[in-house]
């Protein structure tokens, strides 16, 4: 991976094993893959999407696919499945039934990103990417996910939720 190197969530890390080791992951909206070399350095198979995965450099174990999320095609991952699904700082809800859809059974979803409350600090401030209080909780439930952890926060400097869930 190119240029500065950004440590991975510590949500991402703390509930990663949760997840089958060294199984498929998929990291969504990976943007300069620190998520993905967190998952390849654990021994996953990564799928890594974005946008622009001109930041990825390729490595044994990872496939990088360039796919835009929200220009309305299709699903770029169709039929596939996962053990892991790691999602960070992203939010477009359209998504949530496929990203549902993607994990294998006893995959684990790993999610964190911005909420309401987030724009008293910055972007993102638009509403619509910003989780409403507990819509996490309530995707999980939605799609039959089992909570493994949960958590909302405001630590000074961002206001964020997190979920760990099991299929």
């Known amino acids: 991976m190119l240029g500065t190197i950004t440590p991975p969530s510590r949500w991402i890390d703390q509930h990663l094993p949760a997840a089958q080791p060294g199984g498929t992951a998929l990291d969504l909206a990976c943007g300069s893959g620190r998520h993905t070399r967190l998952l390849l350095a654990r021994g996953y198979q990564v799928t890594a999407v974005d946008r622009d995965i001109s930041r990825l450099e390729t490595a044994p174990g990872l496939e990088a696919m360039q796919a835009d999320l929200e220009d309305g095609s299709p699903w770029p991952l169709p039929g596939q499945r996962f053990d892991a699904v790691v999602v960070t700082d992203y939010l ?76």
């Open 92 to 167: 477009h809800r359209p998504l949530f039934p496929a990203i549902s859809a993607a994990l294998a059974p006893g995959g684990v979803l790993l999610y964190e990103t911005f909420a309401v409350g987030n724009e008293k600090y910055g972007k993102p401030s638009n509403p619509n990417f910003l989780l409403r209080d507990g819509e996490l909780l309530e995707m999980a439930r939605q799609f039959g996910l089992r909570v493994l952890a949960y958590e909302a926060t405001d630590d000074g400097a961002a206001v964020k939720q997190r979920i760990a869930a099991r299929r």
